[in-house]
């Protein structure tokens, strides 16, 4: 019986990770539509930020879903064995 409550608690943990991604992403989608020709120092900052919170996002949901027995090889090691 744990072992169930531990793979839902997991389960819970990877589909709220995979939504703070989303959200993060969503972010990141909205201020690329109010960023103008002229970057501002403001904006840097911004961006900063909105990419340090996807970085921190990401790494939850990598988390979370190895915890489910799920990984995904580097995208280099990927694109190299398409590429032989």
């Known amino acids: 019986m744990a072992t169930r409550h ?3 608690a997991d389960l819970h ?8 991604c989303e959200q993060v992403a969503g972010q990141l989608a909205d201020f690329a539509d ?4 002229a970057v501002t120092p403001a904006d840097l900052l911004e961006f900063d930020e ?8 990401m790494s939850r949901r ?8 799920l990984s995904v090889g580097s995208l280099d090691a990927t694109g190299s ?3 032989a």
């Open 6 to 8: 531990t793979d839902e």
């Open 13 to 20: 943990r990877a589909r709220a990770a995979a939504k703070e």
């Open 34 to 37: 109010r960023l103008s020709a």
């Open 50 to 57: 909105l990419v340090a919170r996807e970085a921190t996002a």
């Open 62 to 69: 990598v988390e979370a879903f190895q915890r489910l027995g």
């Open 81 to 83: 064995a398409d590429a």
